[in-house]
């Protein structure tokens, strides 16, 4: 299983970024897909997910109303867009999934970040003026 991160970089406080995800080795459209973020001398923290299967996405508090996650079964995609950037979203950004095993997804099960298996190499956004 590979997920290829990409689109990070350095943006001012205010700005946008929008980083995707191209997976392959797993049958995309059959996993839930999220994004991870590891900001320096922290751990890993839960930042949005787009279920399969017709769930509703689910945000971190702290990003709700300026990031949207989406997905894109037929190119095996998964972005996120990143609006009115701020210096504390400063981090490594990981694209993760996880294989569906249950009928419902839950909220906390989606922000658990051991619910997922498969980890990307990150990509890293920096936010400074």
């Known amino acids: 299983v590979q997920l290829q991160a990409s689109g990070g970089g350095l943006v001012h406080p205010g700005g946008s970024l929008r980083p995707s995800c191209a997976a392959s080795?797993?049958?995309?459209?059959?996993?839930?897909v999220a994004w991870l973020r590891q900001a320096p001398g922290k751990e890993h923290e839960f930042v949005a997910a787009a279920p399969t299967g017709g769930g509703s996405t689910v945000y971190a508090d702290s990003v709700k109303g300026r990031f949207t996650i989406s997905r894109d079964n037929a190119k095996r995609t998964v972005f996120l867009q990143m609006n009115s950037l701020k210096p504390e979203d400063t981090a490594v950004y990981y694209c993760a999934a996880a294989r569906r095993r249950t009928i419902i997804f839950t909220t906390a099960e989606a922000k658990d970040v051991r619910t997922y298996e498969y980890w990307g190499q990150g990509t890293e956004v920096t936010v400074s003026s």
């Open positions: 080795g797993l049958i995309f459209s059959s996993n839930h």
